[in-house]
């Protein structure tokens, strides 16, 4: 980690801490790293989102990989789909070539200005935003109007893709955890 290699030290430390809950703090901080310090934190100042919550997206997303690619297309290290940077270029007024999706800096600001358009679509809500982030915020509507939702409880249990539910429980853990080693206490 030291020698700035923090996806190898998180791929090392992860299953460590998860096998060892009680494992040392330098443990869990190896396995939530804060990469990208600087950018993370004038991208989350810019657009008002807290710096953990894009380091949760980021570790869920990419594991910080800068060169993460899915099968899906999504790139870079908070896993931007190619529709959503052009939309978020369109936004800003600029045009961001597709290879800007593997810049660190460009990224992490597509992902926290993306958070933060979630964030507000869905009223601060943290669960909706994080199930949108992976699903998509028109999947999350469809999902909220189904007639089978009633409350909080069923919205989790008919969340339509499995992928999506499994990643709203990570990525929560995640901030939570980010939380609890460099934040407010959960």
């Known amino acids: ?48 989102v807290d710096p953990l919550l894009v380091w949760a997206v980021m570790r869920e997303e990419s594991r910080y990989d800068p060169e993460a690619r899915s099968w899906v297309g999504a790139r870079g290290l908070m896993q931007v789909m190619p529709p959503t940077q052009q939309w978020i270029a369109e936004e800003w007024g600029e045009s961001l070539p597709p290879g800007e999706a593997f810049v660190p800096e460009t990224n992490i600001r597509m992902g926290a200005w993306f958070l933060r358009f979630l964030l507000d679509y869905f009223e601060d809500d943290l669960e909706l935003s994080i199930a949108a982030y992976n699903g998509g915020a028109g999947s999350v509507d469809a999902w909220l109007d189904d007639p089978r939702v009633e409350d909080r409880d069923d919205f989790l249990r008919w969340i339509e893709y499995g992928e999506t539910r499994e990643y709203l429980s990570r990525g929560s853990l995640s901030y939570e955890i980010y939380r609890a080693l460099y934040g407010e206490e959960p």
């Open 1 to 48: 980690a030291e020698r700035g290699d923090v996806v190898e030290a998180q791929a090392i430390a992860a299953p460590y801490t998860l096998a060892n809950p009680r494992a040392p703090e330098a443990f869990w901080e190896l396995s939530y790293p804060r990469p990208y310090s600087t950018t993370v934190t004038l991208a989350a100042e810019e657009f008002e």
